[in-house]
């Protein structure tokens, strides 16, 4: 079973003080979860931590989440400077734009890793199209408005509100699908690597796309900086299958979203038994929103479903195995990977995909 979480390291509505600034402008929130979407706090990371280091398989291993990080944020003070005419970015390495306060978060995220319970990836530079937001900047109407607006609130953007911002490798506005081209992807693919590097301390081995919006160009600047797995989103429980670059895909099959939708215990078991028995992995998807809780707790329903979730999963399989991305890709190419105990072995069969019905 694999844990994978986007979005960590965004920064969205900032916190109180942002939000009723947004509403002083006239914008109406609270009729959409991710109007709540603001950024984890040490104290959220912390609480993770905790209950996944409670969670054992049976080697005797935590459970695992794999963490995917935006490297970068919008810098609110030199867009302001600019007038709110130009895109400026401040990488994680740098800290936390404008006024966003985290005390000891990134110490938190640290302390995961160190334990074993969190697995940092990468998502990418930016989550939104940067082509897309400059279009909308050089424009008069209400596109730009709304983005001038959030920004002197100190909020990027809030998707649901704004689609046209797209995904950091798709353009909606663009013909042809919207995927930017190879060359503009794979420069901001080696920056937010980079960024990723220096940061962890660590090259980023598995990545997956904001928005799952990727395609050959994107996996082919990934297989460059080094990536080995790549994250596809929700939909059927396909097996792990490796591309022309040798990278390892894996989809995520069962969708644990509090923030959205809860659903009981019993039916992600089933979720999970289904997947068991067709030889794939149990691939959990559960977004950062769901651990947070400055502007909105979402963070109590979440633990407590993951909580009675994992509970379950093992005392229904005793020979449950929680993993992370590179393990996986252990798994697939050599069979076996490493856990506390030493070396697991894992059966693995070759699946034909061109005869599956």
């Not at 694999?2 to 969205?12: A, I, K, T």
């Not at 990545?207 to 082919?220: E, I, L, M, Q, V």
């Not at 979402?298 to 590179?326: I, W």
């Not at 996986?328 to 050599?334: E, F, K, P, T």
Request: net charge neutral.
């Amino acid at each position: 079973m694999l844990l994978q979480s986007d979005d960590w390291g965004r920064v969205g509505v900032r916190d109180k003080e942002g939000y009723e600034l947004l509403r002083a402008e006239g914008v109406r929130l609270g009729e959409h979860p991710y109007d709540f979407y603001t950024l984890e706090t040490a104290e959220d990371v912390t609480a993770i931590h905790e209950l996944l280091k409670r969670h054992r398989d049976s080697t005797g291993r935590s459970a695992c989440m794999g963490m995917n990080f935006v490297m970068a944020n919008l810098d609110f003070k030199k867009i302001s400077k600019s007038g709110f005419r130009d895109i400026s970015l401040m990488p994680l390495t740098d800290g936390l734009p404008g006024n966003w306060k985290r005390e000891g978060l990134f110490e938190a995220y640290r302390s995961g890793i160190e334990d074993g319970v969190f697995s940092p990836s990468l998502h990418g530079l930016t989550h939104f199209c940067q082509l897309a937001i400059e279009h909308a900047l050089g424009k008069s109407n209400p596109q730009s408005h709304l983005l001038r607006t959030l920004w002197r609130a100190e909020t990027p953007y809030i998707y649901w509100r704004m689609p046209w911002v797209g995904y950091e490798y798709n353009n909606p506005e663009k013909p042809r699908q919207g995927f930017l081209s190879a060359e503009l992807q794979a420069k901001g693919i080696k920056e937010a690597a980079g960024i990723f590097k220096k940061f962890f301390s660590r090259a980023a081995t598995s990545a997956c796309a904001p928005g799952y919006r990727a395609n050959s160009d994107t996996h082919k600047a990934w297989a460059g900086q080094g990536i080995r797995v790549v994250q596809n989103g929700s939909g059927s429980p396909l097996p792990p299958h490796m591309d022309a670059f040798e990278m390892l895909h894996l989809h995520r099959t069962i969708d644990i979203e509090p923030s959205q939708k809860d659903l009981p215990v019993e039916k992600y078991i089933q979720l999970a038994e289904g997947c068991f028995a067709r030889g794939v992995p149990a691939i959990i998807s559960v977004h950062a929103i769901n651990f947070h809780s400055s502007l909105k707790d979402f963070r109590s329903a979440t633990l407590y479903s993951l909580d009675e979730f994992l509970t379950a999963l093992e005392r229904k399989f005793p020979n449950l195995l929680y993993v992370h991305d590179m393990d996986a890709y252990d798994i697939v190419s050599r069979g076996k990977f490493r856990s506390v105990g030493g070396t697991v072995s894992v059966g693995v069969r070759s699946v034909d995909m061109s005869v599956r019905s």
